[in-house]
């Protein structure tokens, strides 16, 4: 995958602290040059997580530009263009295959295409890049005077290779190259079990505010009944957390790296979530064992997850009903 510096360049799109991540991988197993690699990380949830994994993947990389995304356009379309036209790349990385960000870079074509996996959404059937696209006449015209020639299929039939953490599953392209998401590491456990909590944003999942009330006060009780240390990932972007009697780790690592810390003292974690995709890319770790929360009318995508999990878990997933 190396080339010579001759005007070839590789360009990197990420929006979440996953995807720097898996584009961090890449660049390591690929070996791609630091002098030839570019990275555009761009958020409307800017905090102290999303920069740590930018600056994780800009330190292999020669350029970087972190975009704190406002829908005002037209700026975001002049600010990401006028970044991608100061660089040299032949090759586009990324994962959000429906990103505008994503389909500008690519301009009127004559760029490699290479994707990877945006969590969950390229496993799950019911996610949106298994549903027809839906853009609004205006809005296509409008992004096709500014360059854009580029819709989701598209960049699908034109994925050189597709890179994801969850080998043997469908994905969007057949293409597929496997990434390890996780290094090997010795552990020296010397405590016994705990169990991690993956905190979500329950108005995302909840089709009312009654329901989210639900969920919390049941989710309380089963906290409350854990006899073992019991801890608390905060989502990204959940905001203020109101659960009690447990361990917060507010930290700037997403919930794997703090699992895979948490791993060097304790022998076995039961992670419990509402189908986080931290459930999926833990699944593979023999000493995480995998909870699921259900209720009834819960999202059909929240199923799915923990369908696939069963499918991926070393440790058969066990089903926490809250009501």
Not at 181 to 192: P, V
Not at 229 to 238: A, T
Request: neutral net charge.
């Amino acid at each position: 995958m190396k080339e010579n510096a001759s005007g070839r360049g590789y360009l990197f799109i990420c929006c979440t602290p996953l995807q720097g991540i898996i584009a961090r991988r890449i660049i390591e197993a690929e070996g791609l040059d630091k002098d030839l690699c570019h990275v555009f990380f761009y958020t409307s949830f800017d905090n102290e997580i999303y920069r740590n994994y930018y600056n994780q993947v800009r330190k292999l990389c020669s350029t970087g530009f972190y975009y704190v995304w406002k829908p005002n356009f037209p700026a975001y379309i002049k600010d990401s263009k006028s970044y991608f036209s100061s660089i040299s790349y032949h090759s586009c990385w990324f994962a959000s295959i429906d990103s505008i960000f994503v389909q500008l870079s690519l301009g009127r074509g004559g760029k490699d295409i290479y994707t990877f996996d945006d969590g969950a959404a390229n496993v799950v059937s019911e996610s949106h890049y298994y549903r027809n696209e839906k853009v609004l006449n205006y809005k296509k015209w409008i992004f096709w005077l500014l360059g854009n020639r580029y819709s989701r299929d598209r960049i699908k039939d034109e994925s050189i290779r597709h890179y994801t953490i969850f080998p043997g599953q469908k994905n969007i392209t057949d293409n597929i190259k496997s990434v390890d998401l996780f290094l090997e590491e010795e552990r020296c456990q010397s405590l016994g079990e705990c169990v991690v909590v993956l905190g979500t944003v329950l108005r995302e999942l909840c089709p009312s505010s009654e329901e989210v009330e639900r969920v919390h006060t049941s989710l309380q009780g089963y906290i409350d009944r854990i006899c073992e240390d019991v801890f608390y990932i905060p989502h990204p972007r959940e905001g203020d957390v109101s659960i009690k009697n447990v361990e917060i780790l507010r930290e700037r690592c997403v919930a794997e790296d703090i699992v895979c810390r948490l791993l060097e003292k304790y022998n076995r974690i039961y992670l419990a979530g509402f189908g986080s995709t931290a459930q999926l890319t833990l699944a593979g770790i023999k000493e995480v064992k995998s909870c699921f929360f259900c209720w009834e009318g819960e999202p059909v995508t929240v199923k799915e997850v923990r369908k696939l999990a069963g499918e991926l878990s070393i440790n058969s997933p066990k089903e926490v009903v809250l009501f």
